[in-house]
Protein backbone atom coordinates (compact mmCIF):
# COMPACT_ATOMS: atom_id res chain seq x y z
CA UNK A 1 0.00 0.00 0.00
CA UNK A 2 2.52 2.23 1.32
CA UNK A 3 3.94 1.53 -2.46
CA UNK A 4 1.48 2.21 -4.49
CA UNK A 5 0.85 5.56 -2.57
CA UNK A 6 4.39 6.54 -3.46
CA UNK A 7 3.78 6.00 -6.85
CA UNK A 8 0.45 8.36 -7.32
CA UNK A 9 2.27 10.95 -5.85
CA UNK A 10 5.37 10.69 -8.08
CA UNK A 11 2.80 10.68 -10.94
CA UNK A 12 0.72 13.88 -9.63
CA UNK A 13 4.07 15.78 -8.98
CA UNK A 14 5.00 14.65 -12.57
CA UNK A 15 1.44 15.92 -14.27
CA UNK A 16 2.35 19.33 -15.51
CA UNK A 17 -0.38 22.47 -14.58
CA UNK A 18 -2.15 23.40 -17.53
CA UNK A 19 -3.80 27.09 -16.95
CA UNK A 20 -7.31 27.71 -18.63
CA UNK A 21 -7.35 31.23 -20.95
CA UNK A 22 -8.85 34.34 -19.40
CA UNK A 23 -12.52 34.83 -20.73
CA UNK A 24 -12.90 37.37 -23.32
CA UNK A 25 -14.75 39.37 -21.34
CA UNK A 26 -12.74 40.07 -18.54
CA UNK A 27 -9.92 41.00 -21.46
CA UNK A 28 -12.20 43.79 -23.18
CA UNK A 29 -12.82 44.95 -19.41
CA UNK A 30 -9.22 45.50 -18.38
CA UNK A 31 -8.49 47.07 -21.87
CA UNK A 32 -11.34 49.43 -21.55
CA UNK A 33 -10.20 50.38 -17.78
CA UNK A 34 -6.38 50.82 -18.62
CA UNK A 35 -8.08 53.32 -21.92
CA UNK A 36 -9.80 55.39 -19.02
CA UNK A 37 -6.77 55.45 -17.10
CA UNK A 38 -4.64 55.96 -20.04
CA UNK A 39 -3.07 59.70 -20.66
CA UNK A 40 -4.32 59.72 -23.49
CA UNK A 41 -8.42 59.25 -24.27
CA UNK A 42 -9.74 57.83 -27.51
CA UNK A 43 -11.82 60.01 -30.20
CA UNK A 44 -14.50 58.51 -32.14
CA UNK A 45 -14.14 58.86 -36.04
CA UNK A 46 -16.17 57.64 -38.36
CA UNK A 47 -17.51 54.01 -36.08
CA UNK A 48 -13.32 54.04 -35.34
CA UNK A 49 -11.38 55.21 -32.50
CA UNK A 50 -8.08 56.98 -33.32
CA UNK A 51 -5.60 58.26 -30.89
CA UNK A 52 -4.95 61.84 -31.49
CA UNK A 53 -4.96 64.32 -29.54
CA UNK A 54 -5.13 64.91 -25.61
CA UNK A 55 -8.03 66.35 -23.46
CA UNK A 56 -6.02 68.89 -22.91
CA UNK A 57 -4.68 70.06 -26.14
CA UNK A 58 -8.75 69.61 -27.46
CA UNK A 59 -10.10 72.05 -24.33
CA UNK A 60 -7.09 74.72 -25.18
CA UNK A 61 -8.84 74.65 -29.20
CA UNK A 62 -12.02 74.50 -27.96
CA UNK A 63 -11.56 77.57 -25.54
CA UNK A 64 -9.12 79.89 -28.25
CA UNK A 65 -12.20 79.10 -30.94
CA UNK A 66 -14.98 80.68 -28.62
CA UNK A 67 -12.69 83.39 -26.93
CA UNK A 68 -12.28 84.19 -30.95
CA UNK A 69 -16.18 83.84 -32.26
CA UNK A 70 -17.21 85.67 -29.03
CA UNK A 71 -14.55 88.85 -29.75
CA UNK A 72 -15.99 88.72 -33.67
CA UNK A 73 -19.08 89.12 -31.99
CA UNK A 74 -18.40 91.64 -30.48
CA UNK A 75 -16.42 93.64 -32.98
CA UNK A 76 -19.00 93.01 -35.80
CA UNK A 77 -22.07 94.58 -32.89
CA UNK A 78 -19.91 97.65 -32.27
CA UNK A 79 -19.28 97.90 -36.01
CA UNK A 80 -23.29 97.74 -36.45
CA UNK A 81 -23.37 100.39 -33.77
CA UNK A 82 -20.29 103.01 -35.42
CA UNK A 83 -22.40 102.26 -38.56
CA UNK A 84 -25.30 103.75 -37.55
CA UNK A 85 -23.81 106.70 -35.89
CA UNK A 86 -22.10 107.56 -39.31
CA UNK A 87 -24.98 107.17 -41.51
CA UNK A 88 -26.46 109.81 -39.36
CA UNK A 89 -23.76 112.19 -39.50
CA UNK A 90 -23.93 112.20 -42.83
CA UNK A 91 -27.33 113.06 -43.45
CA UNK A 92 -26.63 115.94 -41.42
CA UNK A 93 -24.32 117.17 -44.54
CA UNK A 94 -25.96 120.18 -46.36
CA UNK A 95 -28.66 120.71 -43.69
CA UNK A 96 -28.82 123.59 -41.39
CA UNK A 97 -27.34 121.24 -38.68
CA UNK A 98 -24.17 121.04 -41.15
CA UNK A 99 -21.03 122.41 -39.44
CA UNK A 100 -17.18 121.94 -38.47
CA UNK A 101 -18.08 119.31 -35.25
CA UNK A 102 -20.03 117.69 -37.59
CA UNK A 103 -17.48 116.84 -39.98
CA UNK A 104 -14.94 115.99 -37.17
CA UNK A 105 -17.33 113.46 -36.12
CA UNK A 106 -17.86 111.98 -39.80
CA UNK A 107 -13.93 111.61 -39.66
CA UNK A 108 -13.52 110.20 -36.74
CA UNK A 109 -16.37 107.31 -37.26
CA UNK A 110 -14.91 106.76 -40.29
CA UNK A 111 -11.68 106.02 -38.93
CA UNK A 112 -13.10 103.82 -36.73
CA UNK A 113 -15.32 101.67 -38.84
CA UNK A 114 -12.38 101.06 -40.93
CA UNK A 115 -10.01 99.93 -38.10
CA UNK A 116 -13.13 97.59 -36.85
CA UNK A 117 -13.48 95.57 -40.42
CA UNK A 118 -9.31 95.34 -40.73
CA UNK A 119 -9.13 94.20 -37.11
CA UNK A 120 -12.32 91.63 -36.91
CA UNK A 121 -11.01 90.83 -40.59
CA UNK A 122 -7.65 89.50 -39.43
CA UNK A 123 -9.08 87.59 -36.38
CA UNK A 124 -11.90 85.58 -38.30
CA UNK A 125 -9.61 85.24 -41.94
CA UNK A 126 -7.10 82.82 -41.05
CA UNK A 127 -9.35 80.10 -39.32
CA UNK A 128 -11.50 79.85 -42.20
CA UNK A 129 -8.07 79.66 -44.17
CA UNK A 130 -7.27 76.62 -42.60
CA UNK A 131 -10.77 75.20 -42.69
CA UNK A 132 -11.21 75.71 -46.48
CA UNK A 133 -7.62 74.23 -46.59
CA UNK A 134 -8.94 71.19 -44.82
CA UNK A 135 -11.62 70.74 -47.19
CA UNK A 136 -14.13 71.84 -45.01
CA UNK A 137 -16.99 74.22 -46.28
CA UNK A 138 -17.31 77.18 -45.07
CA UNK A 139 -20.35 78.05 -42.85
CA UNK A 140 -19.71 80.69 -40.87
CA UNK A 141 -22.02 83.08 -39.82
CA UNK A 142 -19.60 85.48 -38.50
CA UNK A 143 -18.11 85.90 -41.92
CA UNK A 144 -21.55 86.60 -43.43
CA UNK A 145 -22.23 89.63 -40.83
CA UNK A 146 -18.76 91.13 -41.02
CA UNK A 147 -19.53 91.14 -45.35
CA UNK A 148 -22.60 92.82 -45.14
CA UNK A 149 -21.34 95.16 -42.46
CA UNK A 150 -18.31 95.74 -45.02
CA UNK A 151 -20.21 96.29 -47.97
CA UNK A 152 -22.80 99.23 -46.15
CA UNK A 153 -19.61 100.89 -45.10
CA UNK A 154 -18.03 100.84 -48.37
CA UNK A 155 -21.49 102.05 -50.12
CA UNK A 156 -21.52 104.93 -47.42
CA UNK A 157 -17.48 105.90 -47.89
CA UNK A 158 -18.85 106.37 -51.74
CA UNK A 159 -21.51 108.62 -50.01
CA UNK A 160 -19.37 110.49 -47.86
CA UNK A 161 -16.91 111.04 -50.72
CA UNK A 162 -19.84 112.55 -53.16
CA UNK A 163 -21.18 114.95 -50.20
CA UNK A 164 -18.07 116.32 -49.09
CA UNK A 165 -17.01 117.17 -52.82
CA UNK A 166 -20.49 118.78 -53.32
CA UNK A 167 -20.64 120.49 -50.06
CA UNK A 168 -17.31 120.98 -49.05
CA UNK A 169 -16.22 123.21 -45.96
CA UNK A 170 -13.35 125.31 -44.46
CA UNK A 171 -11.72 123.77 -41.69
CA UNK A 172 -8.68 125.76 -40.68
CA UNK A 173 -9.91 127.88 -38.29
CA UNK A 174 -11.58 124.39 -36.16
CA UNK A 175 -8.70 122.58 -36.41
CA UNK A 176 -6.25 125.47 -35.36
CA UNK A 177 -7.85 126.28 -32.21
CA UNK A 178 -7.57 122.80 -31.27
CA UNK A 179 -4.08 121.99 -28.83
CA UNK A 180 -1.94 119.51 -30.29
CA UNK A 181 0.71 117.46 -28.85
CA UNK A 182 3.11 117.40 -31.38
CA UNK A 183 6.19 119.51 -31.60
CA UNK A 184 5.37 121.06 -34.82
CA UNK A 185 2.85 123.26 -32.41
CA UNK A 186 5.84 124.65 -30.69
CA UNK A 187 8.50 125.00 -33.68
CA UNK A 188 5.24 127.06 -34.90
CA UNK A 189 5.53 128.97 -32.40
CA UNK A 190 8.86 129.43 -31.66
CA UNK A 191 9.22 130.80 -35.15
CA UNK A 192 11.89 128.81 -36.06
CA UNK A 193 10.22 127.75 -39.39
CA UNK A 194 6.52 128.43 -40.98
CA UNK A 195 4.53 125.70 -42.75
CA UNK A 196 2.17 126.56 -45.43
CA UNK A 197 -1.05 126.51 -45.40
CA UNK A 198 -2.74 123.27 -45.23
CA UNK A 199 -5.79 122.52 -47.38
CA UNK A 200 -8.18 120.60 -45.19
CA UNK A 201 -10.73 120.05 -48.14
CA UNK A 202 -8.34 117.94 -50.17
CA UNK A 203 -6.42 115.89 -47.49
CA UNK A 204 -10.15 114.94 -45.89
CA UNK A 205 -11.13 113.95 -49.88
CA UNK A 206 -7.47 111.75 -49.97
CA UNK A 207 -8.02 110.43 -46.76
CA UNK A 208 -11.67 108.81 -47.98
CA UNK A 209 -10.31 107.26 -50.58
CA UNK A 210 -7.56 105.81 -49.08
CA UNK A 211 -10.03 104.33 -46.90
CA UNK A 212 -12.06 103.47 -49.52
CA UNK A 213 -9.59 101.24 -50.98
CA UNK A 214 -8.55 99.22 -47.64
CA UNK A 215 -12.16 98.22 -47.86
CA UNK A 216 -12.44 97.26 -51.39
CA UNK A 217 -9.08 95.30 -50.33
CA UNK A 218 -10.55 93.39 -47.40
CA UNK A 219 -14.38 92.84 -48.98
CA UNK A 220 -12.60 91.33 -52.00
CA UNK A 221 -10.56 88.91 -49.39
CA UNK A 222 -13.25 87.82 -47.40
CA UNK A 223 -15.71 87.19 -50.67
CA UNK A 224 -13.78 85.06 -51.73
CA UNK A 225 -14.71 82.83 -49.33
CA UNK A 226 -18.14 83.59 -48.93
CA UNK A 227 -20.82 80.45 -49.51
CA UNK A 228 -22.52 80.57 -52.94
CA UNK A 229 -25.54 80.11 -54.14
CA UNK A 230 -26.37 76.34 -55.53
CA UNK A 231 -27.23 76.37 -60.03
CA UNK A 232 -30.45 74.66 -58.65
CA UNK A 233 -31.79 77.56 -56.35
CA UNK A 234 -31.16 79.95 -59.19
CA UNK A 235 -33.36 78.08 -61.57
CA UNK A 236 -35.88 77.79 -59.20
CA UNK A 237 -35.65 81.92 -58.82
CA UNK A 238 -35.62 82.00 -62.87
CA UNK A 239 -38.89 80.08 -62.86
CA UNK A 240 -40.41 81.81 -60.41
CA UNK A 241 -40.23 85.18 -62.09
CA UNK A 242 -41.15 83.30 -65.27
CA UNK A 243 -44.55 82.23 -63.82
CA UNK A 244 -45.11 85.76 -62.11
CA UNK A 245 -44.80 87.42 -65.72
CA UNK A 246 -46.77 84.37 -67.15
CA UNK A 247 -49.43 85.24 -64.34
CA UNK A 248 -49.51 88.54 -65.18
CA UNK A 249 -50.44 88.60 -68.35
CA UNK A 250 -53.31 86.35 -67.71
CA UNK A 251 -54.56 88.73 -65.02
CA UNK A 252 -54.29 91.97 -68.02
CA UNK A 253 -56.15 89.64 -70.21
CA UNK A 254 -58.87 89.06 -67.36
CA UNK A 255 -59.21 92.52 -66.42
CA UNK A 256 -59.98 93.53 -69.68
CA UNK A 257 -62.30 91.41 -70.36
CA UNK A 258 -63.88 92.01 -67.02
CA UNK A 259 -63.72 96.38 -67.78
CA UNK A 260 -65.60 95.71 -71.19
CA UNK A 261 -68.14 93.53 -69.33
CA UNK A 262 -68.66 96.50 -66.56
CA UNK A 263 -69.14 98.57 -69.67
CA UNK A 264 -72.05 96.88 -71.05
CA UNK A 265 -73.87 96.59 -68.03
CA UNK A 266 -73.40 100.43 -67.34
CA UNK A 267 -74.63 100.95 -70.77
Known sequence: MA???SNEAQQDQSVPVV???????????????????SWCHSVIFCGKRRHKRTVSELAEISKSVEA?????????????????????????????????????RIKETRRKCLELCISTSDILMPQVRSDVADGIPVDNQQLVNLVCCT??????????????VSNPMDMTTYYEKKPRT????????????????????????QSIVRDTEKTTNVLHEMKEFMPCESNDKMLIDENVQRWNK????????FAEGWICYC????S
Open 182 to 205: SGVSVLDKLILFKMGPRDYHKEEL
Open 19 to 37: QQPKLKKASRKENRSSEEN
Open 3 to 5: SSN
Open 68 to 104: QNSECAKNIEELNNYLAVFRDHLMHVAKPQDCPEIRD
Open 151 to 164: QLFHRELRKCYSLV
Open 246 to 253: RTKKGSYK
Open 263 to 266: GSNL
